[in-house]
């Protein structure tokens, strides 16, 4: 294992004592493990808090900021945060309005944020909570009950974001996330596995000539174990699910080719032509796109490809502006 760190048992901890200093602009609970935003809470607007295990960085810290998310929850590598840390987020950034969990689905998240919710309803905090569960690959995987949430996540935070930054009350918001969520859909694939730093070792193993099709952001297995393809076909395997799963014929969509945090940025714009091409012959419109790492699996080398069904009020919201460590633009300066 070769890892620019110091204790495989403190790579968090670390890495958020890297986050204060790089991002002054934000505020971090060292001992609760929460990235918020600095000038958190804001009277009178809903608080949007997310999070889950690390190593999937810049989800979630470096979405936290105006226009996006209220509070991040750091966990352990690939482990859920506790109930006490989402507690202590929601906390930190209730300004009155109540606040949205927004929760990949993975056992351990979803309970954890569930408890969180009762104990901060007990405080006298409003709590709603949405389950983002866009990947197609599975129904069920070692990690979780039916679909995981994955690059999807990323959508339902910006979209969301914007919303509660407008002014809209906290059932307004949660029901827009869900709306995002149902027309957002991701397939990812893996060219390496990824060495958790307190394993030491790869999750998985790939012969040279193999990738793994399916795989979810915690280096679990795919759908299926297939032969290296050329590009223009890696980008049929990942869309073909995507499309079969939901009818975006004659749409327009919002496009995000995903690293997973191994992946040269030329071979994400490589496979980004090939997925506009697909989508091009099938009457898809692309009207916004993403390309590069943003919802990673520590250093695989992979990819994923998101498509979210786009209306005028989701695009509007998409183009809002949005000013956080790995996502940003219609800020001034």
């Avoid at 890696?234 to 945090?261: F, K, T």
């Avoid at 069904?309 to 956080?324: G, M, N, Q, Y």
Wanted: glycine share 12%; net charge negative; hydrophobic share 45%.
């Amino acid at each position: 294992m070769k890892k620019i760190i110091n204790d495989p048992k403190n790579v968090v901890r670390d890495a958020l004592y890297g986050v204060a200093a790089a991002h002054p602009q934000l505020r971090v609970d060292h001992a609760q493990r929460v990235v918020l935003r600095g000038d958190a809470p804001r009277q009178g607007k809903v608080a949007l808090v997310s999070g889950g295990g690390s190593g999937h960085e810049p989800l979630h810290a470096g979405f936290v900021g105006p226009g996006m998310l209220d509070a991040a929850c750091a966990g352990e590598v690939f482990t859920s945060p506790v109930p006490d840390q989402i507690l202590a987020a929601t906390k930190a950034v209730d300004g009155g309005a109540g606040v949205l969990h927004i929760v990949k689905n993975y056992t351990g998240d979803v309970l954890n944020f569930e408890l969180a919710a009762e104990l901060a309803e007990i405080e006298g905090i409003e709590v709603k909570a949405v389950v983002v569960d866009d990947d197609v690959a599975v129904h069920n995987s070692l990690y979780t009950a039916g679909r995981r949430g994955v690059a999807g996540t990323l959508v339902v935070e910006k979209i969301a974001g914007a919303s509660a930054e407008a002014g809209a009350s906290l059932s307004e918001v949660a029901d827009l996330a869900t709306r995002v969520n149902a027309v957002t859909r991701t397939m990812g694939m893996a060219l390496t596995s990824c060495t958790v730093p307190a394993a030491g070792r790869p999750t998985f193993e790939l012969a040279d000539n193999e990738i793994e099709l399916g795989i979810g952001i915690h280096g679990e297995p795919g759908r299926s174990r297939v032969p290296l393809a050329p590009a223009a076909d890696l980008a049929q395997m990942l869309l073909d699910p995507i499309l079969e799963d939901l009818d975006y014929g004659g749409s327009e969509a919002v496009v995000i080719v995903n690293g997973m945090g191994g992946t040269p940025q030329i071979e994400l714009y490589l496979l980004y032509a090939e997925v506009a091409r697909i989508l091009a012959a099938a009457d898809i419109g692309i009207v916004r796109s993403l390309v590069g790492s943003y919802v990673t699996s520590l250093e695989m080398a992979g990819a994923s490809v998101t498509l979210t069904k786009a209306d005028a009020e989701l695009l509007s919201l998409w183009d809002a502006p949005v000013d956080t460590a790995a996502l940003r633009w219609g800020v001034r300066g």
